[in-house]
């Protein structure tokens, strides 16, 4: 309970919204940690790097958090060394999946993803379903920040496969090349999409 006066409904309000975007920032350091490690700190040099920098300033993450971060990845700070790892297997009823995850300890992951499959009738199997998935880059652009045919027409000049029209938002498709030539022509327009990520689809 947070109690009957005014200070203690905010601090107990404030206290739940401060430990959702400490969970919100400990995930993007996380990525990028592994950014940084495998394409180097300069964001100018390494497209991977770029797309979680933006994911980070859209949630308001202090420059210092991603400073340390990228310091981390690159190794010029000690810390807790992250690695990328992807299980493929099936859920219930065939359904296929990818998991992708970061993580400091491949095999007590290793044990927690297989353990979790298990416990709820699926299996992984190694290479079983990628070939089912393609790699794509996928943005989610709300739909009161620009028309649906100026969007078109700035993500297809741009090299963008589809763009569709859903309840979240215009959802724009490309292949992994042309990600980082989409990003910046939507930064062009000053054009901020709500998520911009390399996926499987």
């Given at each position: 309970?947070s109690?009957?006066?005014k200070?203690?409904?905010i601090?107990?309000?404030?206290g739940?919204?401060?430990a ?11 990525e990028?940690?592994?950014a940084?490690?495998?394409g180097g ?5 390494n ?6 920098l933006l ?9 210092d ?5 990228i ?7 000690p ?22 995850l970061?993580?400091?300890n491949?095999?007590?992951t ?6 979790v499959f298990?416990?709820?009738?699926g ?16 943005f ?8 649906e045919d100026?969007?078109?027409t700035?993500?297809l000049?741009a ?21 980082e ?19 499987f689809?």
């Amino acid at each position: 309970m947070s109690g009957h006066s005014k200070w203690a409904t905010i601090r107990h309000k404030k206290g739940a919204l401060d430990a959702k975007r400490g969970q919100i920032f400990s995930k993007i350091a996380k990525e990028i940690i592994v950014a940084a490690k495998q394409g180097g700190g300069d964001a100018g040099m390494n497209p991977r790097l770029r797309t979680v920098l933006l994911k980070a300033r859209s949630v308001n993450m202090p420059s210092d958090n991603i400073d340390r971060a990228i310091k981390r990845g690159t190794g010029e700070l000690p810390g807790v060394i992250y690695e990328e790892i992807t299980y493929e297997g099936f859920a219930p009823g065939g359904v296929a999946m990818i998991v992708e995850l970061l993580t400091d300890n491949k095999n007590r992951t290793s044990a927690e993803i297989r353990n979790v499959f298990t416990r709820n009738g699926g299996h992984l199997g190694g290479g079983a379903v990628k070939h089912l998935f393609h790699r794509r880059g996928q943005f989610l652009v709300d739909k009161a920040k620009v028309s649906e045919d100026e969007l078109m027409t700035i993500a297809l000049d741009a090299g963008a496969e589809d763009m569709t029209t859903t309840d979240a938002g215009y959802e724009i498709t490309c292949d992994p090349a042309h990600f980082e030539a989409v990003q910046k022509a939507l930064d062009g327009k000053s054009i901020k999409p709500d998520t911009g990520e390399l996926t499987f689809l």
